[in-house]
């Protein structure tokens, strides 16, 4: 079955700290994706990825970067986390065009 | 502004009644998926339903399609406390691969 795995489940960070969300893939998926999501606003895309050694930016990417350093993982990283930045992290995972997306069980990130 | 849309933005209904979510969008698709999201839990794909395609099932669930409407219904019949979720539509793009979501039709099926 497909699986995709996010790390930490949960995260409490500093205002201006850095934070990196993880997440691993086992579903050999060229496309990977990071959304957010907020009480009221759905699903909204920041970054995502057709495949190692790419990023593309999403709907909301600023404050974000995102790094694909393999097929199997895509990280999302915070330089300078801000409040604003509280919310749920889910990553996907999706083989192309047309295609299901998987996600994982979501990263809850809480800036303080 | 968003390129999909459910309505109504919730549902309550009692076990064993039929419930049917609505979804509007705005861009030219090749293809509409429905996800459910139950609480704690990350979104998981019910039925992808192509251009070409004007209705899909899958058990209880029936969702249509009419592209020149841009519209698309996913219906639940005989309904169970665990179809208690929120629901969403999200499209593709014919020239990309990027997927856009709702925000979610919340239903809630009581005892």
């Known amino acids: 079955e497909a699986a995709v795995t996010q790390s930490p489940r949960n995260k409490v960070a500093v205002t201006g700290g850095k934070v990196t969300l993880s997440c691993n893939q086992t579903n050999n998926h060229n496309n990977m994706y990071w959304y957010r999501q907020d009480t009221g606003h759905g699903l909204r895309l920041i970054h995502y990825s057709y495949g190692a050694g790419s990023t593309e930016k999403g709907d909301i990417p600023d404050g974000y970067k995102a790094s694909r350093p393999s097929q199997e993982n895509f990280s999302l990283i915070l330089e300078l986390a801000t409040p604003s930045q509280t919310s749920v992290y889910f990553c996907a995972s999706g083989a192309g065009h047309q295609n299901t997306l998987y996600f994982g069980a979501g990263t809850r990130l809480s800036v303080l | 502004s968003q390129l999909a849309e459910e309505n109504p933005w919730a549902l309550s209904v009692h076990e064993g009644e039929s419930v049917t979510v609505n979804c509007s969008y705005k861009?030219?698709?090749?293809?509409l998926q429905w996800y459910r999201q139950k609480s704690g839990e990350g979104p998981a794909q019910l039925i992808l339903i192509r251009s070409n395609e004007r209705e899909k099932r899958n058990g209880r669930l029936r969702a249509t399609l009419d592209t020149s409407s841009q519209s698309s219904s996913l219906s639940i019949t005989a309904t169970r406390c665990e179809d208690t979720a929120v629901y969403f539509c999200a499209t593709d793009a014919r020239n990309n691969n990027r997927i856009f979501f709702g925000d979610g039709t919340q239903l809630v099926v009581k005892p």
């Open positions: 861009t030219s698709i090749t293809a």
